[in-house]
């Protein structure tokens, strides 16, 4: 492997100076006030920050580059409908520095690869497109035209279509997303791998098969009506803050919350509104009534441990189940009981590692409630078994009758702001045929129909030099995809790598043998185009479809919107062979939506439906007990037990977020909800795996795993006894993504296993 790649691509060893103390048990309130104005004040001139602040996620305003949480249907807060994270995104969005061909000449890549992943974002906003000619150190200014003549003339030069990969970021607009998959499917190849990937990828595979729809069935306004909300595998504080105001209104109306996770999570302890200066004032509202220390990847033991209860009492009692819904709406039921009545009680909770009490104030909760919403996120959906973990959830809420109703159903909880949108619109290696019939009809070239590549399996066709050039529209692919040095090698085998970007990210410093920066416009920006100011889509974690408007000037006049570059690239590849008129719709984004309103279903009357303030509901069966799958009902499943069979010294890893981060966009050195300052290369241990190690508090550590036989290094990390269950432990993402296996990923969904790691721990020599 080349050592140069791999260096760049892993994140510097070095340690700052990290500080400690009890997690607090309080979130959001003056604390969350205070640092989002410090992000804004460092970051951002004092005007701009209050223009955006007061747009953001309002009707008519710019949707947040953040999280994919949905925005009130109805009347939203004049003091702004943000949060800390919130303000935190467009703070290094809407950053006032810039970087262009000086910034460049003064820093090789080299030694922009020493930089951490905090400094680098923090470099500025990218101002013009630059170019790294092969075996050049620097990267150099390069003209539009030249840029889009580069990647086109690499493109045209390939053996065939499947040797290149286009990869989407869930920032994108539904806009862009659609041209880009677009041009990608006229030049000839369905390699669309997309963040859904290593993301909500299980999700999908698991509520398609069980429920006929990728999507979750909730409202937001479900959630003020839910008798229980399960929030599990998830930490809303820091991943998408506003969802505690909705947990709030749960609370509000009567509704119990039941919190799952490895981590005791502070915003689910209690949250203090900061908009509300009466919370502020009397110190907030406790959210979760139940809190389960589950072990890690021990959620179906867990469930099937609740359903094997619910079982008992509906053969004791009657009435549990709904067996109404269960014989008109679903399928498989016979075969889903027989399944169940094979485990046993005793070892599902054990597996578990949940105590009876715990169970029982869970169980109470469930057996007593009909209205149950389960909310989830990576906690559930980056394993091997990730798939069955959902299913299982979807058992359980069949069982309750809880889909299709008022305050019920089931909430995948999305990411970034538009990784649901971009599936909508076609950004998808696998796209039905149905999609691919509507190309062809509209566009007169037909598409192929043979399955792309996912990320997973691009990472190894470059590897594997089968892929030769990469292109990524947003994003920061090498620190978020796993076996970093792996990946890193399979970029830096490719003959171009381009990255349409709005900063400065790890991603631009592993290249190919040429590389291309595109800097494009942020959500935060005006988007002039020839028939004047644009606006643009994107679709929230709940299916609704709204628009988005810059509010501030670009920041260069050398930047292009997503949907220019797309417009732009594919105008150079495929010259006189297309059939689509590409620059026209770059001059006019109502002519992308009329296109969009033809080929994908939900999305009739496009322009004219986009005009409502509040957006519009995309159609959603499992919402009305439509079920559009193979059996036109809802699906029961066969789920199996998961089997750890660890090794003394050995513990299961999950990678998680701090509080100071975004996907792979670093705000911050600190984690204040987990007590955690001015660090980041740390492992969370329970302090008995300490003691059995010989370990102590700050110890210096080597992280080791191993997985078919192939071993994987990270070292230089501090150990930090935290309330973890035993036999587990927590490292921050991208700096332990190196010990992901490539291999260990979701059955049907390829999702990296990035929460269940098996790895061992040593104490450093040097």
């Not at 791999?6 to 969350?32: M, R, S, W, Y």
């Not at 009707?59 to 943000?82: I, M, N, Q, T, V």
């Not at 030769?468 to 947003?474: D, E, H, S, T």
């Amino acid at each position: 492997m080349s050592k140069s790649a791999i260096n760049k691509a892993k994140t510097p060893e070095g340690f700052t100076n990290l500080k400690t103390e009890a997690p607090p048990k309080n979130t959001v309130g003056f604390g969350a006030l205070k640092v989002a104005l410090g992000h804004a004040n460092k970051y951002m001139k004092a005007t701009d920050a209050l223009r955006l602040s007061l747009k953001m996620n309002q009707k008519g305003g710019f949707d947040c580059p953040g999280c994919a949480w949905p925005d009130p249907d109805d009347e939203r807060s004049a003091l702004g409908e943000y949060c800390e994270n919130g303000m935190k995104a467009i703070a290094e969005e809407a950053q006032n520095k810039t970087i262009n061909r000086d910034f460049f000449s003064k820093y090789s890549v080299d030694e922009l690869a020493s930089f951490t992943d905090f400094e680098i974002g923090k470099s500025g906003r990218l101002a013009e497109p630059m170019f790294l000619p092969e075996g050049a150190t620097h990267y150099q200014r390069i003209s539009w035209e030249a840029a889009f003549q580069k990647v086109g003339s690499h493109l045209n030069a390939l053996n065939n279509p499947d040797e290149a990969a286009f990869y989407t970021s869930g920032r994108t607009t539904n806009e862009a997303a659609f041209l880009y998959q677009l041009f990608v499917r006229e030049f000839g190849t369905s390699n669309l791998p997309d963040c859904s990937n290593m993301c909500h990828e299980a999700s999908g595979s698991a509520l398609t098969e069980t429920l006929g729809i990728g999507k979750g069935s909730v409202k937001l306004d479900d959630l003020y009506k839910a008798e229980v909300v399960m929030v599990i595998g998830q930490n809303p504080a820091t991943n998408h803050p506003r969802m505690l105001s909705a947990l709030e209104k749960t609370k509000k109306n009567g509704g119990k919350i039941i919190a799952i996770n490895p981590l005791p999570e502070a915003g689910l302890i209690k949250f203090t509104d900061p908009q509300n200066p009466i919370k502020l004032l009397t110190g907030g509202t406790k959210l979760a009534d139940v809190f389960v220390p589950i072990t890690i990847n021990g959620d179906v033991a867990f469930i099937k441990a609740i359903l094997l209860k619910l079982l008992e009492k509906e053969e004791e009692l009657g009435h549990v189940f709904d067996k109404k819904f269960i014989e008109e709406y679903t399928s498989d039921y016979n075969t889903f009981i027989q399944d169940l009545k094979t485990y046993s009680f005793n070892e599902c909770l054990k597996a578990s590692g949940v105590s009876l009490e715990i169970f029982n104030q869970t169980f109470d909760l469930i057996l007593n409630n009909e209205k149950i919403i389960v909310c989830w996120a990576m906690g559930l959906t980056q394993h091997e078994n990730a798939v069955d973990n959902i299913r299982e959830l979807v058992n359980l809420l069949l069982l309750k009758g809880s889909i299709g109703k008022e305050g019920a159903g089931t909430c995948p909880v999305r990411g970034h702001s538009n990784v649901q949108g971009d599936r909508t619109v076609g950004i998808w290696e696998a796209a039905p045929q149905a999609f691919l019939d509507k190309i062809e009809g509209k566009y007169g070239f037909k598409p192929s129909a043979k399955h792309g590549f996912s990320v997973i399996e691009t990472i190894k066709a470059m590897y594997e030099k089968k892929v030769k050039v990469f292109f990524g529209l947003g994003g920061n692919f090498i620190s978020a995809v796993p076996d970093t040095a792996y990946s890193a090698q399979g970029l830096a085998n490719c003959n171009l790598t381009v990255h349409v970007s709005t900063k400065l990210n790890r991603s631009h410093l592993v290249t190919g043998k040429e590389a291309l920066i595109l800097p494009c416009l942020g959500r935060t920006e005006k988007d002039y185009q020839k028939t004047g100011e644009q606006v643009q889509s994107v679709e929230n974690s709940m299916g609704v479809v709204s628009s988005t408007k810059g509010v501030l000037e670009p920041c260069s006049d050398d930047l292009l919107s997503e949907v220019a570059v797309v417009c732009g690239v594919a105008h150079a590849t495929l010259k006189s062979k297309t059939k689509v008129k590409w620059l026209s719709y770059k001059d006019d984004y109502k002519l992308v939506r009329d296109d969009i309103a033809e080929v994908v279903s939900g999305f009739e009357d496009f322009n004219v439906r986009l005009k409502n303030p509040s957006g519009f509901y995309l159609p959603n069966g499992a919402r009305i007990r439509k079920f559009n799958t193979k059996t036109g009902k809802a699906n029961f499943s066969v789920n199996k037990l998961p089997v750890w069979k660890l090794k003394n010294d050995e513990l299961i890893m999950m990678t998680i977020r701090s509080h100071d981060q975004f996907n792979t966009t670093i705000y911050g050195l600190d984690d204040r909800y987990r007590g955690v300052f001015n660090e980041r290369r740390i492992i969370f241990m329970n302090r008995e795996d300490m003691i059995s190690r010989g370990l102590k508090e700050y110890q210096v550590v080597n992280l080791k795993s191993k997985f078919n036989d192939v071993e994987r290094h990270a070292d230089n990390f501090k150990v930090v006894a935290y309330d973890i269950p035993k036999n587990c432990c927590a490292t921050y993402f991208p700096e332990t993504n190196v010990l992901v296996p490539l291999d260990s990923f979701a059955h049907t969904a390829k999702t990296p296993a990035s929460k269940s790691v098996v790895i061992t721990v040593e104490a450093s020599v040097k």
